[in-house]
């Protein structure tokens, strides 16, 4: 080896190899204090890019799952609606059975038949309320609602079902005048209460349906999420015993470069007399 005050080979090598583990610690502690084994372009843009990709498609399902708990939420008021309708069209068949009954005097008749038409009456009231954040799929005013359904903008679509008195094939003005047309208005209500209960459960199976297609947008959430971090994690057990191994490293290039810087004063001793 040259024996140069100049330069000093020795010194040059170990100053690499120094620098080489300072790279690397400060690396792994990047890893530990972000917890992150890609925390940006510059450790794998490949990567990077891909996890941003699948963060962004995790993320904008929050949006998906708004909508679907907004539509769930549209279809229970719609269905507590529907309870309440077929409970007031129960009602109503029994008191047009009792003012069918031929043997009942005029004050029992018009007290039946004003029971009726309040049972009527509150029943569009109950389907005109049934309304949620100004929205109704029971009082008629829509054929359908689009929520969303995935990240791409694709919709689940909702088919409304009308339960106010045109609906389900009654009027504002349906009643009876008498025995006789009570008896016929039974067979009326009956036919209005098979059809309420039918679009009851259309409605039961759009909900179902809307609760399947929630508990999916959750599952695949989260295997976008755990995908991501499969991708970008770090593992701290690892980075933390490379840690220890590095600082060692690190004290150890000191100590060498230390040695190395003291080689030319080894010259100074072919010029003592």
């Not at 490949?46 to 962004?56: E, G, L, P, T």
């Not at 509150?122 to 799929?137: D, M």
């Amino acid at each position: 080896m040259l024996n140069s005050i100049n330069t000093n080979p020795g010194a040059l090598l170990a100053l690499q190899n120094l620098n080489s583990t300072n790279t690397e610690l400060a690396a792994t502690q990047g890893r530990i204090n972000t917890g992150k084994k890609v925390a940006n372009a510059k450790d794998n843009g490949a990567i990077w890019s891909m996890a941003k990709m699948q963060s962004a498609t995790a993320s904008s399902l929050n949006s998906v799952k708004d909508s679907l708990q907004r539509g769930q939420s549209t279809i229970d008021v719609a269905l507590a609606a529907g309870d309440t309708i077929t409970d007031l069209l129960t009602k109503m068949k029994e008191k047009a059975l009792a003012a069918s009954d031929t043997s009942l005097n005029t004050a029992s008749f018009n007290a039946l038949k004003a029971d009726f038409e309040s049972l009527r009456d509150q029943l569009e009231k109950a389907a005109t309320n049934a309304k949620f954040n100004g929205v109704s799929l029971a009082d008629g005013s829509t054929t359908k609602l689009d929520f969303l359904a995935n990240e791409d903008g694709s919709n689940f679509t909702v088919t409304a079902q009308t339960l106010s008195l045109t609906g389900i094939g009654l009027t504002a003005t349906s009643t009876f005048t008498d025995a006789a047309t009570a008896k016929t208005m039974i067979a009326t209500i009956t036919t209005s209460l098979q059809t309420a209960t039918n679009k009851l459960s259309s409605l039961g199976t759009s909900s179902v349906g809307l609760d399947t297609h929630l508990t999916f947008v959750g599952k695949l959430q989260d295997s976008l999420d755990a995908g991501v971090g499969n991708l970008v994690d770090a593992d701290l057990a690892k980075e933390s015993a490379k840690l220890q191994s590095l600082q060692t490293k690190q004290q150890l290039g000191v100590q060498a470069l230390s040695i190395a810087n003291q080689t030319p004063q080894t010259i100074l001793s072919l010029f003592k007399g």
